[in-house]
């Protein structure tokens, strides 16, 4: 039978276990994210100031700045992508000198390795996780690049249109 304690229990280990390894990732990630996240908000303040629209040049200067900035994003992904590969190698490693050296039958030595590698195994989901929230900012930010071009050439044209139609009123009265 279930026992609802037991879970709860449980579900509460995950929970400070997921808390701290959250903790460990925005620690990788915040000190090199701050400038576009930064960013982003003051994005997000001017699209939420509804009594003001946005002016031409400030579209403009996301337009410029959000590129730059996912620059840098690129390289710190791929510096995480390097950790990744170097916590994995070192899981690998470990576990298969615990293998090599340990008595009994095979399954109890992978028991054992499973056991004595579990450290590095989170090491791996933590950079694992790291990666992604990079990705997931990079492409939101990708996003917020597209949208921000589009309305802009939106009010080009709207310019254009409007410059053609002032021409075409200004020849008819001549």
């Not at 279930?2 to 000190?31: C, M, T, W, Y």
């Not at 003051?42 to 939420?48: E, H």
């Not at 791929?78 to 000198?97: H, L, M, P, S, V």
């Amino acid at each position: 039978m279930i026992e609802i304690s037991d879970v709860l229990q449980s579900v509460d280990s995950v929970n400070s276990i997921s808390k701290e390894l959250d903790s460990i990732v925005e620690g990788i990630i915040e000190p090199q994210c701050k400038e576009l996240d930064d960013y982003i908000t003051y994005v997000k303040q001017l699209v939420d100031d509804t009594n003001t629209p946005i002016r031409d040049a400030e579209l403009e200067d996301i337009i410029l700045t959000i590129p730059s900035l996912l620059y840098f994003m690129g390289t710190l992904q791929e510096n995480i992508g390097i950790r990744e590969d170097i916590a994995r190698f070192d899981k690998t490693d470990k576990y298969n000198q615990i293998v090599t050296s340990a008595q009994g039958t095979v399954q109890a030595k992978t028991a054992l390795a499973d056991l004595e590698t579990r450290n590095e195994a989170l090491a791996i989901i933590v950079y694992q996780r790291a990666k992604r929230k990079l990705q997931t900012k990079y492409e939101i930010a990708l996003e917020l690049l597209q949208s921000t071009k589009k309305i802009l050439n939106r009010r080009l044209a709207e310019l254009e249109l409007s410059k053609s139609s002032l021409n075409k009123s200004a020849n008819n009265f001549n």
